[in-house]
């Protein structure tokens, strides 16, 4: 089959095994699939090189040109309509945003993105293809250690040095692919203006709320909770403070109330979430060693005081000092 064959509204033929030519690639099997977007193997056919392509999925509303997903108002916009919601985006548009400014980025641990196509009705992002396996299933097969995160750093700490105003913006245990010797970062996420249903233009962020409370791009933040997740086997964010049945020894500092509860405008409860750090740091005491406990809290900009307060601190002055923290261990 060849892709001029295929058009917006018979794009589910690319979502199938069937084989097909796309923009001087041979396709082959589905990797993955998700709301608004999915990826293919494939093979460069002038080089014989092995690729992966992420497609944005077809038109869920043909009324519209916009495929529902779940995408939260960034802060800007909460700030002025004092909530967030979900809103309905145009998936190729968002695909565009996420993946361009990443082309001719080359740093470890990062799939090269090749080139963005659109194109016979089809916007797509042609990368490397790794072999590698999310570290998700590794926490659930309750095969984890330290070096994935570290790995992951290292590549916020490569990118970082080439240019520190880029952010991936959703990192999480999903989005770090494990392969033998190294780990990749995929799937970015996006904070910024996106044309959504109706024709708004609106300032929206995409990424993952259990990684990111504040609905932010701090992937440091991120990285902190991933590091307790993979330490303990949960997310201090999923966590319920009822599980424990004890008061805990750990008290919310003033200062750092008042952080959560700025963020807390509207119906934005994710940054709550973080109330469930005392009862989570004591019901996992044994797991946790106090130094990496430390430098996971001040990945989120905690620390604990002497008075057994979780306080406010800065953060990491970026990935390469957390790097280097991490180094030890």
């Known amino acids: 089959m060849n892709i001029n064959q295929i058009n917006s509204?018979?794009?589910?033929?690319?979502?199938?095994?069937?084989?097909?030519?796309?923009?001087?690639?041979?396709?082959?099997?589905?990797?993955?699939?998700?709301?608004y977007s999915f990826v293919r193997e494939a093979v460069h056919i002038a080089s014989n090189q092995s690729r992966a392509i992420k497609f944005a999925k077809a038109k869920a509303q043909a009324d519209s040109g916009c495929a529902q997903t779940g995408c939260f108002l960034s802060r800007p916009l909460t700030q002025m309509t004092g909530s967030y919601g979900e809103v309905s985006l145009s998936s190729r548009e968002f695909?565009?945003?996420?993946?361009e400014r990443f082309m001719g980025i080359a740093c470890?641990?990062?799939?090269?993105?090749?080139?963005?196509?659109?194109?016979?009705?089809?916007?797509?992002?042609?990368?490397?293809?790794s072999t590698g396996r999310p570290l998700r299933q590794f926490i659930q097969e309750g095969k984890t250690d330290l070096d994935p995160v570290k790995k992951a750093v290292s590549a916020l700490a490569s990118l970082e040095k080439t240019s520190s105003s880029i952010k991936h913006g959703d990192i999480k245990p999903e989005n770090i692919l494990v392969e033998a010797n190294q780990c990749f970062l995929i799937d970015p996420g996006y904070s910024g203006q996106l044309i959504c249903e109706h024709n708004?233009?609106?300032?929206?962020?995409?990424?993952?709320?259990?990684?990111?409370?504040?609905?932010?791009?701090?992937?440091?933040?991120?990285?902190?909770?991933?590091?307790?997740?993979?330490?303990?086997?949960?997310?201090?964010?999923?966590?319920?403070?009822?599980?424990?049945?004890?008061?805990?020894?750990?008290?919310?500092?003033?200062?750092?109330?008042?952080?959560?509860?700025?963020?807390?405008?509207?119906?934005?409860?994710?940054?709550?979430?973080?109330?469930?750090?005392?009862?989570?740091?004591?019901?996992?005491?044994?797991?946790?060693p106090e130094n990496l406990a430390s430098i996971s809290l001040k990945c989120l900009g905690?620390?604990?005081?002497?008075?057994?307060?979780?306080?406010?601190?800065?953060?990491?002055?970026?990935?390469?000092?957390?790097?280097?923290?991490l180094s030890r261990f």
Not at 95 to 99: E, S
Not at 245 to 264: H, N, V, W
């Open 108 to 129: 470890d641990g990062w799939l090269k993105i090749h080139e963005m196509i659109d194109a016979e009705g089809q916007t797509a992002a042609v990368m490397n293809l």
């Open 95 to 99: 695909l565009a945003k996420q993946y």
């Open 200 to 288: 708004q233009e609106l300032s929206v962020c995409m990424t993952t709320p259990d990684y990111y409370p504040f609905l932010d791009q701090n992937d440091q933040s991120a990285l902190g909770l991933i590091l307790f997740e993979v330490i303990t086997g949960r997310n201090p964010t999923a966590f319920s403070p009822a599980q424990t049945g004890t008061e805990p020894t750990l008290k919310i500092s003033t200062a750092l109330r008042q952080t959560i509860e700025t963020q807390r405008l509207g119906n934005n409860y994710f940054p709550a979430r973080l109330y469930s750090l005392p009862a989570y740091l004591d019901y996992f005491r044994d797991k946790l």
């Open 302 to 325: 905690i620390k604990i005081t002497d008075q057994k307060e979780l306080e406010c601190c800065e953060q990491f002055a970026g990935a390469v000092e957390l790097e280097r923290a």
């Open 9 to 35: 509204h018979e794009s589910n033929a690319l979502l199938s095994n069937e084989k097909a030519i796309f923009a001087g690639h041979e396709l082959g099997k589905v990797l993955g699939t998700g709301s």
